[in-house]
Each structure stands twice: as structure tokens, then as C-alpha cells.
């Protein structure tokens, strides 16, 4: 057996099906080959992800209203998938040496549907702003430095990944925060890095005696890299703040959040899409398709086309909120009578409000912090057993008895070592991922993933999280953050990890058919 998922990140992997979307949700998809290989070939990626950490997951899967016609197979995406995955994993459980023969963890599979808000909203992250406003290519960032010759500036490519600890620390901090912490930081080491202050003490005139000098080329190399380092972040984050300033993203930002959470609705749309005609295409299409998911019935007939010229949109563009029904189910499996369609993410009525508001709940420090992705209550629900088993059905149910004994598992935060509960298959080392990470400036990472560092070995089972058609920078983080809230590991899988154009993109593709492989198929072909 190949281990064929490719990790992302410490809590993160994909399958690298970057076509899923279109393979899947197409219009001609179900017709096509390609719709059957994509699944196969996902399913076994991900039931080697299980292979690999020995754990035997349930399988949890977004359904579809039971009194709900099904008009095509996209609809069926996600079963047709966790049957897949079952089917591999039932293999396993006869075939691999000591895997476990009875469920360990949770593994829910998910689609789009499910929240198409987040993969376009302005999220105000470090780590989401840096993939939504730079040029970057997966985790590499190419910056301008000085040539050591004197030449013109050469082009450096750096990656931002759990190996830089400052990245670590900064990812899931609010932009406006991470900004404040690096002037902090480079402010602090400035004062207490004896190199740094031998330098400020050269360029302030004074003398430096023969031991300054010594400590200081003692001290050179390594006062090099911390500054690289932190500078590296000092000027990321001060290109992201002037990139919020020339394009007006405050405002904006404000504008989806409020009508995300139903403080802002039409009027004020048409006010910022006529005031705001120099914005840039893309981020008044991201405005609209986030109206549109809050107030579908505002694009029924020619309304969607009145928007669109209003905000001065070509109708390419225009396929990226067509194309949205695609993902959320035909009309009929929603039981519309009009021709709108419903862009909901749960089985009740369109509410005017997407989210609840959580403020007075948790404190928010920072503007434009509210929003949240749908993933955040859903794994919050799974791990207190209320999720909908209409919405969210179990391929293998477990019994009243293990169900009973998996949430005494599940509540292990705060309690004894002793409590029982059902254990994972893995070694209970401390994880790469929760191991402590240490700044190069003396100071500890403050990554959210700290404090579990320390004892996951109390942590309950784990969560699986998989996502059809891509997932986001803000879904990751919350699972980076629930892991240490819930006391259990949340692990995120997709098709791929999709930056906002990204998604927009593929969204348009679903109006193309898929290529018809059916008469060139060879059965030796690697998918």
C-alpha cells in the first residue's frame, strides 16, 4: 500500500484532485468517466491517511433531505464518497497488520454546500491575507532583496510553513495584531540583542572598544538570521496593510461581514457598488456572491443581471454566482416552487442573517473579527453528538453502548487520566505538529497550538474533517483552534487548499463540460 495524501500542513492534507470540482459538479460530470475515477481515487487517498495513523474512523457524511428529490448525481457526491472510503477501509481492517477493528475517531465528509460564504469573504487573518493579497504560489513567497554585488535587487524565495517559528506565532492573529506583535518584536529584540545594540551604537557615532567588537562578530551571525526573520514578516505584513489602504478594504470588508450576520442588506449593496465603481472586479464579485448566498431571492429573473451592471461585471463573471446552484442542489431536491435557487447551508429557512453572531459570547478585540465558517459549528456539534443525523448521516452507526463510551472519551478534557474511553491506534507521542516552537529571539511561539503541546496525550479521539471541491485558509484555522478548545486533534482534508481567485476560477468552470474520456479510457491510466 502507497501513502497517497500530501500533507499541507501539520493538521492539514490534501488528495491533490485540484480538478475535483469540475470533474464532480460539471454539468455533463455524472456522464463522464472522470466522475467515477475522481471518487475512487480520492477515496483510496484518503483511506490511507487512516492506514497511516492506524485509526478506524465513523463516517459521517453531508446528506441530502430525506424527502428531497435527487436530480443528479453531484447531489450524491458525498455518500457516493464515504461509501468509497468505507469500502477501503473495511479492506484494511483483514489486510494490514494490528489496525484497529473497532471505530477510534470521527471522520465527517463535507462538500461546498455546506458554506460557499467563506471560500470568498475577506478574511483578516495573517496567514489568509498573505494568500488572498499577495502573489504567492502554496506557501512560497518571492521577495525583492539587495544584491550582494551591487547590483540590481534579486528576487528570494522564502516559505512560510511550520518551520519558521515567527509564521507560527503571526498565521492566526488578526492582520491589525500580527502588525502590532512584529513592531514588538523587532522593537524588544532591538533592545536586548547585544549585537543589535552594538550596531545602533556604531551608527549613533559611539566608540566601540576591541571586546564590543569581538562580541559583536561573535554575535553577527546569529543576529542575522533573527533579523531576517522577523524582517521578512515586518515587511509582508506592511505590504498587506498598504494593500488594505489603496483598495479600500476596510470598508468593503465591513460591508460583507455586515451582511453576513444581517446587519447590512440591499440598500447598502447598491450604495457601495455605486460609489465604489473604480474597485476592483473581483472584489465587488466576491460582494455579490456573498449576497447572494444571504439573499438568493435578490437574483430571481433579471435582478442578477441589474446587479451585474451596476457593478460593471462581464458576464464570465457572471457564471461564478450561476454557477453557485450547482453546488447548492437543483431547485426541485430543494422543493422551490420559484426559480430561485437557495444557496442555504442548513435544512432550515433562509434566514436574512448567514451566521449567528458569537460576540457576546467571546470577546473580540479586533474589528472585522466576527465572521466564522460554518466548519466551526459543525465540528463543535459533532464533538457534543448533536449534529443532524438527518443532514449528517453515519455509514456505520455506533451502538448505544460504544456511543456512551465514546463521549465519556470525548470529554476527557479537564478530567483524570484514568477516565475510559475508547483510545486511538497511534503512538501517543507528542505529535510534529504540537511540539513546542521556539522563536529565534529568545521568545517563546505563542501559537494557538501550544498549551497542547503539553499534554496531548490527554487529548480525546481524534476529528477527520474532509472537504469535496477545496478548502479554505479560515476553515484551517478553525481547526487549528478548536483542537486546543475541544481537547481533541481536528485534522482537515480536501480536494485542495483554495485562496480566493483560486476558487473563483474553478466556480466558472463548471459551466464547461468535462471532457468525455470514456472512448480514449486505459484501465493502466493513473489518475
Not at 474597485?279 to 447572494?292: D, F, Q
Not at 443532514?391 to 479537564?414: F, I, T
Not at 484514568?418 to 486511538?424: A, C, K, L, Q
Amino acid at each position: 500500500m502507497n501513502l497517497e495524501f500530501f500533507p499541507v500542513d501539520n493538521q492539514a492534507f490534501i488528495t491533490d484532485h485540484d480538478m475535483a470540482f469540475q470533474e464532480l459538479y460539471a454539468n455533463n460530470a455524472e456522464k463522464c468517466r472522470r466522475f467515477d475515477i475522481c471518487l475512487n481515487t480520492m477515496a483510496t487517498r484518503i483511506a490511507t491517511v487512516f492506514a497511516s495513523m492506524k485509526e478506524l474512523p465513523y463516517v459521517r457524511y453531508r446528506a441530502k433531505e430525506p424527502d428531497a428529490e435527487i436530480s443528479s448525481n453531484r447531489e450524491l457526491v458525498p455518500v457516493k464518497l464515504a461509501s468509497a472510503v468505507w469500502d477501503c477501509l473495511t479492506k484494511y481492517k483483514s489486510t494490514i497488520p494490528n489496525f484497529p477493528q473497532n471505530e477510534t475517531c470521527d471522520l465527517l465528509i463535507l462538500d461546498r454546500s455546506v458554506d460557499q460564504i467563506s471560500p470568498v469573504i475577506h478574511e483578516w487573518t495573517y496567514d489568509a491575507m498573505c494568500h488572498d493579497l499577495l502573489e504567492m504560489d502554496g506557501n512560497k513567497y518571492v521577495l525583492e532583496v539587495p544584491s550582494k554585488t551591487g547590483g540590481p535587487p534579486e528576487n528570494k524565495e522564502v516559505l512560510l510553513d511550520d518551520t519558521d517559528p515567527v509564521w507560527l506565532e503571526m498565521r492566526n492573529l488578526h492582520i491589525a495584531e500580527a502588525s502590532e506583535r512584529l513592531h514588538d518584536k523587532m522593537t524588544n529584540f532591538a533592545s536586548k540583542n547585544k549585537a543589535a545594540q552594538f550596531s545602533q551604537a556604531a551608527r549613533d557615532g559611539s566608540e566601540l572598544s576591541t571586546r564590543d567588537l569581538q562580541k559583536m562578530v561573535q554575535a553577527l551571525p546569529q543576529y542575522q538570521e533573527q533579523v531576517e526573520k522577523i524582517s521578512l514578516h515586518v515587511e509582508i505584513a506592511g505590504k498587506i496593510n498598504k494593500i488594505i489602504r489603496d483598495m479600500g478594504l476596510r470598508d468593503l470588508g465591513q460591508l460583507e461581514q455586515d451582511l453576513v450576520f444581517g446587519d447590512a442588506g440591499t440598500k447598502e449593496v447598491i450604495t457601495f457598488l455605486r460609489t465604489k465603481q473604480d474597485a476592483p472586479s473581483e472584489n465587488k464579485l466576491r460582494l455579490l456572491m456573498i449576497y447572494a448566498c444571504v439573499h438568493p431571492d435578490k437574483f430571481e429573473g433579471d435582478k442578477a443581471s441589474k446587479l451585474m451592471q451596476l457593478a460593471k461585471l462581464s458576464s464570465d463573471d457572471m457564471k461564478a454566482v450561476e454557477n453557485m446552484r450547482l453546488i447548492a442542489g437543483s431547485p426541485n431536491a430543494k422543493k422551490k416552487s420559484s426559480g430561485s435557487f437557495s444557496l442555504k447551508f442548513d435544512g432550515q429557512k433562509t434566514k436574512v442573517a448567514a451566521r449567528k453572531d458569537k460576540t457576546n459570547n467571546e470577546e473580540e478585540t479586533w474589528a472585522l473579527s466576527r465572521f466564522y465558517p460554518m466548519l466551526e459549528e459543525l465540528i463543535e456539534n459533532l464533538n457534543k453528538g448533536e449534529l443532524s443525523k438527518n443532514e449528517y448521516q453515519c455509514l456505520n452507526e455506533p451502538s448505544p453502548s460504544a456511543k456512551e463510551d465514546s463521549e465519556r472519551g470525548h470529554k476527557r478534557n479537564g478530567s483524570r487520566s484514568g477516565t475510559t474511553g475508547p483510545h486511538s491506534m497511534r503512538s501517543r507521542r507528542t505529535a510534529t505538529w504540537a511540539r513546542p516552537h521556539h522563536s529565534d529571539d529568545g521568545y517563546g511561539s505563542d501559537s494557538i497550538l501550544k498549551d497542547a503541546a503539553n499534554d496531548l496525550r490527554k487529548m480525546g479521539q481524534r476529528i477527520f474533517i474532509f472537504i469535496i471541491g477545496g478548502a479554505t485558509r479560515s476553515e484551517l484555522r478553525v481547526c487549528q483552534k478548536l483542537t486546543t478548545k475541544l481537547r481533541r486533534e481536528i485534522v482537515l482534508g480536501s480536494t485542495s487548499i483554495d485562496d480566493p481567485p483560486q476558487y473563483i476560477t474553478k466556480l466558472k468552470m463548471l459551466s464547461e463540460e468535462v471532457p468525455d474520456t470514456r472512448q480514449n479510457f486505459n484501465p493502466f491510466f493513473s489518475y
